[in-house]
């Protein structure tokens, strides 16, 4: 959860504390004029949200930036069914305020720390066929470029809309976001532990009769977590059901695991019968609840993560090759693989490129060594057509941004029209979108 207090102390973390910064200044605008003045007195600023990339794409450099006190509903929009939100909001904020006037989200992940700006710039994105990522969303942006000019650009078929979709905060700091939203529902989400085989013969009907489908894979083991998420009639859940569930995710989903997580830690070759414990203690959860009660999880245990979007006619044979390789216990990895399905979106940088994706992320326990199993994923996600979460550990470089996405010069050159003096572009940026 961020924190002003450590914000303003000048050292700066993301959330798994893989990557630190020591900025040269601070600054918690409470206005969009000072964001303005801020924006057109530094030499380089950085947005850093709520620091749950797990790359190095909100790392600031001389000027960091948060919008902290720029947060909250500003306005719904009843007819079109829209609503105006400040763009630091946070996630875990934006559904009660929703829900205050009969709104909700169409859809969200399964954590809900960031700020909207963060996983709007980043792709941020939840799981089902028919639904997009939060950029999806939006339907109008407000942002300062790199000049402190503001501009309010409705999403249409033009450039600058397919710029601004996945931006990586690199046309400007968002300020205010505009969001399609639906009519508040209820889930009902039920939890399973099934047969990989089993889960491989029915994806495709889980995949298309489920609004929510996940799978949490458990490495070298053949039996998956299913979660099953879709609209139900209003069904309160008594306190007593209520509790149990939260007692369940604190004590086991992560006291329990963090304790399975150190001894892993310790002892690495015990990873794989970690792995099968974990795969042998699923139990069958079920609960009703209004859709943003239902899909965040506390993750409190802190890791490591690669996450890639491969076309999604490549699933199952991906989900084979997968569970071939790590059979024979390769890696010390006892994480399990989250895997998620996405509509495709246009964007110049949406890494589903328009084509409907499963989304696989690949977890690895803070202190482990990743190196070997990350750079395993990367080629082998690579081979499978994949491109990866933007929030997420990556091997990309400039070449390899080109090769993936197509309209990344069309990209940079509305970036450099609204970001003349590289206000925003950080050294780590460079290497990806410049061969330097």
């Not at 999403?155 to 205010?176: C, N, T």
Request: some cysteine.
């Amino acid at each position: 959860m961020f924190s002003v207090k450590k914000f303003q102390t000048g050292k700066w973390t993301n959330w798994a504390q893989t990557i630190t910064a020591h900025p040269s200044e601070v600054k918690l605008p409470t206005s969009i004029e000072q964001v303005q003045q801020m924006v057109t007195s530094a030499r380089n600023i950085r947005v850093t949200g709520a620091a749950h990339s797990f790359s190095a794409v909100a790392k600031p450099e001389q000027t960091a930036l948060s919008l902290h006190y720029l947060r909250g509903l500003i306005e719904v929009d009843e007819v079109r069914q829209e609503a105006l939100f400040y763009a630091g909001t946070y996630l875990k904020e934006v559904g009660p305020a929703l829900a205050a006037h009969g709104f909700a989200l169409s859809n969200m992940g399964d954590i809900q720390e960031q700020t909207l700006a963060g996983a709007i710039a980043t792709g941020t994105h939840g799981t089902g066929l028919t639904l997009g990522s939060f950029a999806d969303m939006v339907v109008e942006w407000t942002f300062v470029d790199g000049l402190g000019q503001v501009h309010i650009h409705r999403r249409g078929k033009d450039e600058l809309s397919q710029a601004l979709h996945v931006s990586l905060g690199l046309l400007g700091i968002l300020v205010k976001v505009r969001l399609k939203v639906v009519p508040l529902y209820h889930l009902h989400y039920i939890s399973t532990r099934e047969p990989l085989s089993q889960v491989r013969q029915q994806l495709t009907d889980d995949i298309h009769y489920n609004r929510h489908i996940e799978w949490f894979y458990f490495p070298g083991c053949d039996m998956v977590q299913v979660k099953r998420s879709n609209i139900a009639p209003p069904q309160a859940m008594g306190k007593w059901q209520r509790d149990k569930e939260k007692m369940k995710v604190l004590l086991v989903e992560n006291m329990g695991f963090y304790a399975l997580s150190e001894i892993c830690r310790i002892r690495p070759s015990l990873s794989q019968r970690v792995s099968a414990f974990s795969a042998a203690n699923v139990t069958t959860t079920e609960k009703y609840g209004l859709s943003y009660e239902i899909f965040p999880t506390p993750r409190l245990v802190k890791f490591t993560e690669v996450e890639y979007a491969i076309p999604l006619h490549n699933l199952d044979t991906c989900l084979q090759v997968i569970h071939q390789n790590l059979q024979k216990s390769p890696f010390a990895v006892h994480f399990p693989l989250e895997c998620r399905v996405s509509a495709g979106e246009s964007g110049y940088l949406s890494p589903t490129q328009g084509e409907a994706c499963a989304y696989i992320a690949f977890h690895m326990y803070k202190g482990m060594d990743d190196s070997a199993y990350f750079s395993w994923v990367h080629h082998l996600m690579q081979s499978f057509g994949g491109r990866p979460h933007w929030g997420k550990s990556h091997h990309l470089t400039a070449t390899l941004v080109q090769q993936m996405y197509p309209d990344v010069f069309k990209f940079l050159r509305i970036r450099e029209q609204y970001d003349p003096n590289n206000v925003f572009l950080t050294t780590y940026l460079k290497q990806l979108f410049y061969k330097i």
